[in-house]
């Protein structure tokens, strides 16, 4: 009898291969080289799917924030998330383990359009819902698309959220697809923010009520369309859509990100206002999981093992930076407020978190533990850069959070001397945050 090979699917993924414990079945989709999309079973026998990146981050840095984004996102909770229940790297490659995608797609649902008022927007409210709670902890969707919408029944599920790979625009056939969403933001190369996401819904709007894309043709003519051209009139298309509706898109598909409504739910909104229909009320389902309601361990974190390095020098590198910002800012009683500044909030949050995991850094005893302690840190300095009100208060933070990725990076190759460096700028970045908070008593 012949013994077959595992078919290739791409970089470091096989047909019949094995991921981390996860049978690979099939290839569902390759998003224009940035994820592969392939269906598996997981080690517990249950169907999953795996979402892979087709390539390792070239950016040292870049694996270290992909592993936080993506246990962000697994821990998010709402009716119209996927769950995720794994996040891992393969041959250096990120991904995601999430359960099984159904079949269809809001893409395919656009085979019908135009579709009705009720419908579209009894579809895309839960959605909405779940984008906001993602951009409040600092989550934004970097693929957005009809096919990034999984249609289950009658709810709509958002997918992983392109954390590992994103998206490649090109000119490719897959490029003439993804490209009927996308912010003019991404085509001048620049990072996606919440108001990207609210663009492309308002993109995908204009699609399922007058049943084209808000710009058609080539590549090229659509990328022209999105980053030049006036946004879409769809009364022009849809006449009972209304003008009301086509002042509600230009809104949405704003060239300038702070011209748009604040959230998606916001967009909606307007849309239901103006289209005379009414909204479905909110599920109020959304959570996100804290160490209180979940141990983190109950989500799946596969690393590579990093070097033998004597673990010894590492507890000893944290122990001088312990010792090092031993004064610590934060101790101390705060001076009572009636109404502390937003920047307060922040950090006082931000101290609320960061004392216990850097107490569980300094005693962690092996690489792995102290990575993703690093990782934690480094979630709680993004949030508080999220929540701040100010920009001195917000790049403190982000330099914290870069300080820790890559204090965890280091951790994670086992490398001593870059530990160090990173110790350094853990400890300068710790002193501002501190003498920042200082100022907010």
Not at 144 to 153: A, D, I, N, R
Not at 179 to 201: I, T
């Amino acid at each position: 009898m012949r013994v077959c090979a595992p078919k290739p699917l791409g970089p470091g993924i096989a047909e019949g291969g094995v991921v981390d414990g996860y049978a690979v079945e099939s290839l569902v989709a390759d998003r224009g080289h940035t994820e592969l999309i392939c269906e598996a079973v997981g080690p517990d026998g249950e169907d999953a799917t795996l979402v892979v990146a087709w390539r390792r981050p070239a950016d040292r840095h870049a694996w270290p924030r992909i592993r936080r984004l993506a246990r962000t996102r697994a821990t998010l909770e709402h009716e119209a998330l996927l769950p995720v229940f794994a996040v891992g790297e393969h041959s250096g490659c990120p991904y995601l383990a999430t359960d099984r995608y159904p079949e269809t797609t809001f893409a395919n649902l656009l085979d019908e359009a135009p579709l009705s008022p009720e419908r579209v927007l009894m579809l895309l409210a839960p959605v909405a819902e779940a984008l906001d709670m993602a951009h409040a902890h600092g989550l934004v969707h970097q693929s957005f698309s009809g096919t990034s919408l999984l249609v289950e029944g009658h709810m709509v599920l958002l997918d992983g959220f392109g954390v590992v790979g994103g998206r490649e625009l090109t000119v490719g056939s897959a490029g003439v697809h993804e490209v009927r969403y996308c912010p003019p933001e991404e085509f001048r190369g620049e990072a996606l923010e919440p108001a990207s996401n609210v663009y492309s819904l308002a993109a995908l709007l204009v699609h399922a009520l007058t049943g084209a894309p808000a710009y058609e043709g080539t590549f090229a003519a659509q990328a022209y369309g999105h980053r030049i051209e006036a946004p879409p009139r769809p009364s022009e298309r849809r006449a009972e859509l209304g003008v009301a509706f086509d002042d509600v898109i230009a809104r949405g598909m704003a060239k300038d990100p702070a011209d748009r409504p604040a959230s998606a739910t916001g967009l909606l909104a307007e849309a239901a206002t103006a289209l005379g229909v009414d909204l479905p009320a909110r599920r109020g389902s959304e959570t996100i999981h804290d160490p209180g309601h979940r141990a983190p361990a109950e989500i799946r974190i596969t690393r590579i093992p990093a070097p033998a390095v004597a673990a010894a020098v590492i507890v000893a590198v944290l122990a001088g930076l312990a010792a090092g910002v031993a004064l610590d800012p934060f101790d101390g009683s705060r001076a009572a407020a009636a109404r502390p500044s937003v920047d307060a909030r922040a950090l006082e949050r931000l101290d609320d978190q960061r004392a216990p995991l850097r107490a569980h850094l300094s005693g962690a005893e092996t690489p792995g533990e102290q990575a993703a302690t690093a990782a934690e840190l480094a979630d709680a300095y993004a949030a508080a850069a999220a929540s701040a009100e100010s920009t001195r208060v917000a790049s403190a933070a982000r330099a914290g959070e870069r300080a820790y990725d890559e204090l965890g990076a280091a951790a994670d190759r086992g490398n001593a001397d870059e530990f160090a460096a990173a110790s350094d700028e853990v400890a300068r970045a710790e002193a501002r945050i501190g003498s920042l908070a200082t100022g907010q008593r």
